[in-house]
């Protein structure tokens, strides 16, 4: 949507009850409907954990989406596992002429690193790029990003298990209501034109439902769709989706997991197509280190070749709803 201009850049533990009372305070200021709650306190941590199944809502979209969602995941574990590959269906919609599997790659922690976002804005793309809010100068290396047509995430900083520090203005579940809006403001405020949000650390705020209902109410009230990073295997983000009738997606690969690990990421990157082709696309999300932009850049500009198209993150919202995107784009390759 953004025209490319050839521009050279120099660029030097504990369980709580914020996401219940945000709720409510977000409800009572008629910024959200349906995020109701039937227990509100000032307390923060203080209250237990189990109050948050007091909420209770109606599925939104009668849960299609979310059970689709289940079914591709499931396909995909068989891709993970390489079992009962030889069995898989052909879809129906193969036979009408499906398009080429698509590929979302999302570059998180943009911001720190200025140098890295010169980096990745130069990558075949495209590429969506999704900024730290507390990053120096966040709001003009963003513009930069941007002017040269890239599509924008902000990386929603959340509470994670143990003692990692998710940096400054983070979610936490043991903030009071009043605290939690103040800091999902805060972080949606720094730098303008991104299109979703996805989550920096948030292994113990993405398995509270109520926390969540209340930060995907408010971004559906704002328009943005909420991308799960998946830190942790307890998330409950498309569920509590669901329930809010936000736009919701799930990250399917890390390819640079580990830090400095160049075979990692070939290998995942593999691990990206073989899930795109059996499911008609795949949401991979890296990181702008040196030995991952060194491999990302010639897998971009062949991938087109061997297949596959590279679409923004943004493309998610017709690619999930449409009816030919849970399943497979073509017969699968029966053996990984």
């Given at each position: 949507m953004f025209r490319r201009r050839k521009?050279?850049?120099?660029?030097?533990?504990?369980?709580?009850?914020?996401?219940?009372?945000?709720?409510f305070v977000i409800a009572f200021a008629g910024v959200v409907i349906g995020a109701t709650t039937a227990y509100v306190s000032e307390r923060g941590a203080a209250a237990a954990a189990s109050k948050a199944e007091l909420i209770t809502a109606t599925l939104r979209d009668g849960g299609q989406l979310f059970e689709a969602h289940a079914r591709r995941q499931k396909l995909i574990n068989r891709v993970l596992t390489g079992s009962e590959l030889e069995r898989l269906p052909v879809p129906e919609f193969t036979a009408r002429g499906a398009s080429r599997p698509k590929i979302i790659l999302v570059m998180d922690d943009m911001g720190i690193d200025k140098r890295a976002v010169g980096a990745v804005i130069n990558l075949p793309g495209p590429v969506t790029l999704s900024f730290l809010p507390y990053a120096n100068d966040v709001a003009s290396l963003a513009a930069v990003a941007r002017g040269r047509g890239a599509e924008l995430m902000l990386h929603l900083p959340m509470e994670p298990q143990g003692q990692a520090d998710p940096g400054p203005n983070a979610l936490m579940s043991g903030m009071t209501g009043a605290a939690f809006i103040k800091a999902l403001e805060w972080n949606l405020e720094q730098f303008d034109g991104f299109?979703?949000?996805?989550?920096?650390?948030?292994?113990?705020?993405?398995?509270?439902?109520?926390?969540?209902?209340?930060?995907?109410?408010?971004?559906?009230?704002?328009?943005?769709?909420?991308?799960?990073?998946?830190?942790?295997?307890?998330?409950?983000?498309?569920?509590?989706?669901?329930?809010?009738?936000?736009?919701?997606?799930?990250?399917?690969?890390?390819?640079?997991?580990?830090?400095?690990?160049?075979?990692?990421?070939?290998?995942?990157?593999?691990?990206?197509?073989?899930?795109?082709?059996?499911?008609?696309?795949?949401?991979?999300?890296?990181?702008?280190?040196?030995?991952?932009?060194?491999?990302?850049?010639?897998?971009?500009?062949?991938?087109?070749?061997?297949?596959?198209d590279l679409v923004p993150a943004s493309a998610l919202m017709t690619i999930e709803k449409s009816k030919t995107a849970p399943m497979m784009v073509a017969a699968p390759a029966l053996r990984l």
């Amino acid at each position: 949507m953004f025209r490319r201009r050839k521009t050279k850049i120099v660029i030097p533990g504990r369980v709580g009850n914020a996401g219940i009372i945000a709720s409510f305070v977000i409800a009572f200021a008629g910024v959200v409907i349906g995020a109701t709650t039937a227990y509100v306190s000032e307390r923060g941590a203080a209250a237990a954990a189990s109050k948050a199944e007091l909420i209770t809502a109606t599925l939104r979209d009668g849960g299609q989406l979310f059970e689709a969602h289940a079914r591709r995941q499931k396909l995909i574990n068989r891709v993970l596992t390489g079992s009962e590959l030889e069995r898989l269906p052909v879809p129906e919609f193969t036979a009408r002429g499906a398009s080429r599997p698509k590929i979302i790659l999302v570059m998180d922690d943009m911001g720190i690193d200025k140098r890295a976002v010169g980096a990745v804005i130069n990558l075949p793309g495209p590429v969506t790029l999704s900024f730290l809010p507390y990053a120096n100068d966040v709001a003009s290396l963003a513009a930069v990003a941007r002017g040269r047509g890239a599509e924008l995430m902000l990386h929603l900083p959340m509470e994670p298990q143990g003692q990692a520090d998710p940096g400054p203005n983070a979610l936490m579940s043991g903030m009071t209501g009043a605290a939690f809006i103040k800091a999902l403001e805060w972080n949606l405020e720094q730098f303008d034109g991104f299109v979703g949000v996805n989550n920096h650390m948030g292994s113990q705020l993405t398995t509270d439902e109520a926390a969540m209902k209340t930060v995907l109410a408010y971004l559906k009230h704002k328009d943005l769709f909420f991308m799960d990073s998946v830190t942790t295997g307890d998330t409950v983000v498309r569920r509590a989706g669901a329930r809010v009738g936000a736009n919701v997606f799930s990250r399917d690969v890390f390819i640079d997991a580990e830090v400095g690990n160049r075979q990692m990421v070939k290998s995942q990157l593999a691990l990206v197509e073989r899930i795109a082709r059996q499911t008609g696309y795949a949401v991979a999300i890296g990181h702008p280190r040196n030995e991952t932009l060194e491999i990302l850049g010639p897998w971009l500009t062949t991938a087109p070749a061997r297949g596959f198209d590279l679409v923004p993150a943004s493309a998610l919202m017709t690619i999930e709803k449409s009816k030919t995107a849970p399943m497979m784009v073509a017969a699968p390759a029966l053996r990984l």
